[in-house]
């Protein structure tokens, strides 16, 4: 008895219209407290529901989409064997978490159906870098303070039984509600989510986590040491550079970067290229890299997550990349010194309505 395993939300959905659109009980979390001292009971509000002591604190996302919660859910790190935080440390976590949405979604897809009819849940996905984001952090969140009564009543614990609030791994998601689907509703957000929680919780993978703190704690040295040295720009052979086409995942079968024997230097025992401060030039014909090559650069401003193949590709944090306008009117200008042939145009009095950006440049 007292253990709230998602009880209090279920009572607030069953006691809705079946087909509500608004959700209004299970945001205001209606509570009717009986404190632990000789005190008169009051009305509270509280829409942070709880599964044992993980919370899932349930908030609208917007007036106009009632039926898009968006969700925060709170796992004391002591369930994970976390004993060290860090933002590299927040990214693993929602990496970790993503094939538990995945594996949500699976059965509720359907082509033929919209989200609003079958329900859905959204998770935000990163891409390869490493950046504090809102979807995922650490706080200390204060523990569950009541135990369970029978309808809106809640039986207040002593402050000195609760105990000191918890150092939580944060997740955020929305969860799109099926329209007119009560039912379905009560079991995603009761049952489904909580369950896959759980999963979570029981598979997670310290080790990984604790590659993952490793690695931003050698992108800080090689940073550090970027600051001292007359370099701007590290890369670490064997990263893959290449991206695959339409999104940002590393290039399957691509050749990973080496340095030139000449431009290789050792960086905290890496090896790999230095890129010097001052005007270093990137020459070569058509798809032997350079622009590939620029983009590592630039992304390197980031730290990047194991498996995005640039991981120790490390730029001086104030780097900008400046890239020529394309698209712009051109009317009869020698580029001749620059491109000596174009095809069906006279390179010395060029015109296009639209330059691309290597005749821009």
Request: aromatic content about 10%; overall charge neutral; glycine content about 8%.
């Given at each position: 008895?007292?253990l709230?395993t998602?009880?209090?939300l ?11 659109k ?8 209606r509570?009717?407290v009986i ?8 009305e509270?509000f509280?829409s942070?529901y709880?599964r ?5 604190r349930?908030?609208?996302?917007h ?5 898009k919660?968006t ?8 369930h ?22 995945d ?5 509720l ?8 009819e ?5 998770c935000y ?10 979807s ?33 791994l944060c ?21 489904d ?5 759980d ?25 550090r040491?970027?600051?001292k040295?007359p370099?701007?720009?590290f890369?670490a052979?064997?990263?893959i ?11 399957q ?5 080496m ?22 030039v990137?020459?070569g ?14 992304a390197?401003?980031?730290d990047?997550a194991?498996?995005d ?8 944090a ?14 009869n200008?020698?580029?001749?010194p ?12 060029f015109?296009t ?5 290597s005749?821009?440049?």
């Amino acid at each position: 008895k007292g253990l709230d395993t998602m009880k209090r939300l279920k009572q607030k959905l069953l006691s809705m219209e079946a087909n509500t659109k608004t959700y209004k009980e299970m945001y205001e979390g209606r509570m009717f407290v009986i404190p632990y001292v000789n005190m008169e009971p009051y009305e509270d509000f509280d829409s942070t529901y709880y599964r044992e002591d993980i919370g899932y604190r349930i908030e609208r996302t917007h007036k106009l989409a009632q039926d898009k919660p968006t969700i925060t859910i709170s796992i004391p790190v002591k369930h994970l064997g976390i004993t060290q935080t860090s933002v590299a440390g927040a990214d693993y976590c929602l990496r970790a978490f993503l094939p538990y949405i995945d594996e949500l979604n699976e059965p509720l897809y359907n082509r033929n159906r919209p989200d609003s009819e079958k329900g859905k849940y959204y998770c935000y996905r990163p891409g390869g870098e490493v950046l504090a984001r809102n979807s995922v952090y650490f706080k200390l969140c204060p523990r569950k303070d009541y135990t369970i009564g029978s309808g809106d009543a809640v039986y207040l614990i002593p402050p000195e039984e609760v105990g000191e609030p918890d150092l939580c791994l944060c997740l955020m998601l929305q969860v799109q509600l099926p329209e007119r689907n009560l039912r379905k509703t009560l079991r995603m957000l009761t049952q489904d989510l909580p369950d896959a929680v759980d999963r979570y919780v029981e598979k997670f993978k310290l080790y990984e986590y604790t590659d993952a703190m490793e690695l931003e704690k050698l992108q800080k040295d090689i940073r550090r040491w970027l600051k001292k040295s007359p370099y701007c720009a590290f890369l670490a052979n064997g990263s893959i550079l290449p991206r695959e086409g339409g999104n940002d995942l590393p290039m399957q079968g691509a050749i990973p970067f080496m340095a030139t024997t000449e431009d290789e230097i050792e960086v905290c025992g890496i090896k790999g290229m230095g890129i010097r401060r001052g005007v270093t030039v990137i020459t070569g014909g058509g798809y032997s890299g350079k622009s590939t090559l620029l983009e590592a650069i630039f992304a390197g401003i980031y730290d990047h997550a194991w498996g995005d193949g640039r991981e120790l590709c490390i730029t001086d944090a104030t780097a900008m990349g400046i890239v020529a306008e394309d698209g712009r009117s051109v009317k009869n200008v020698n580029i001749a010194p620059f491109i000596k042939w174009i095809p069906g145009q006279d390179t010395a009095h060029f015109s296009t309505e639209r330059a691309s950006g290597s005749t821009s440049q």
